[in-house]
T-cell receptor, first 115, second 116 residues
Framework: DQQVKQNSPSLSVQEGRISILNCDYT??????FLWYKKYPAEGPTFLIS?????DKNEDGRFTVFLNKSAKHLSLHIVPSQPGDSAVYFC??????????????FGTGTQLKVEL | NAGVTQTPKFQVLKTGQSMTLQCAQD?????MYWYRQDPGMGLRLIYY???????DKGEVPNGYNVSRLNKREFSLRLESAAPSQTSVYFC???????????????FGPGTRLLVL
């Protein structure tokens, strides 16, 4: 049962345009949502997050929108740059029974920004 | 400040062999995690350690064991490797940052494991 879904395995955008990456979740107990970026042969790196009590968080070119009623979040990158080409993972936070925080990841979206 | 480091970067094993993947972080984080990433799937949690001295199973713990050696180090052991354990393994550690307690997990560069 995939609790976090990224239905688009790939996205291609022209440089300077907006990239919109989407993510859906099913568990209403998630309290934090994060986006990670991953280059080949590297570990994921944290990009931006949003609390479940917010509907928008902005950091430079990156904005995350959360629609709790639809259980949907999206990442907007404006303007898109070639260096943004990477795999983007959506993740949702829950609480582990043993303590600590569990991140449930989506399957990722490969973004390609073309010149 | 190296962040999260993992060794080895790449390993080939034969079915039935054992090995230990090493992970260390220098950020004074309490919690550490082991994930595996497979094609077409997100990262899945194998084991985690919420704090020094504790370990617990994640989503896919079968075939693995872990040791939280101290606050810095968290190792993952495959006692008898199987081809189904061919994957990329990531170690992570986390903090809750600042007054807003934002969740951030920091990941190592990964270990690519091939089991023949």
């Amino acid at each position: 049962d995939q609790q976090v879904k990224q239905n688009s395995p790939s996205l291609s955008v022209q440089e300077g345009r907006i990239s919109i990456l989407n993510c859906d979740y099913t568990n209403s107990m998630f309290d934090y949502f994060l986006w990670y970026k991953k280059y080949p042969a590297e570990g994921p790196t944290f990009l931006i997050s949003i609390s479940s009590i917010k509907d928008k968080n902005e950091d430079g070119r990156f904005t995350v929108f959360l629609n709790k009623s639809a259980k949907h979040l999206s990442l907007h990158i404006v303007p898109s740059q070639p260096g943004d080409s990477a795999v983007y993972f959506c993740a949702a936070r829950g609480i582990l029974t043993g303590g600590g925080n569990k991140l449930t990841f989506g399957t990722g979206t490969q973004l390609k920004v073309e010149l | 400040n190296a962040g999260v480091t993992q060794t080895p970067k790449f390993q080939v094993l034969k079915t039935g062999q054992s090995m230990t993947l090493q992970c260390a972080q220098d950020m004074n984080h309490n919690s550490m995690y082991w994930y595996r990433q497979d094609p077409g799937m997100g990262l899945r949690l194998i084991y985690y350690s919420a704090s020094e001295g504790t370990t617990d199973k994640g989503e896919v713990p079968n075939g693995y064991n872990v040791s939280r050696l101290n606050k810095r180090e968290f190792s993952l052991r495959l006692e008898s490797a199987a081809p189904s354990q061919t994957s990329v393994y990531f170690c992570a550690s986390n903090t809750l940052e600042g007054l807003r307690r934002r969740e951030t997990q920091y990941f190592g560069p990964g270990t690519r494991l091939l089991v023949l």
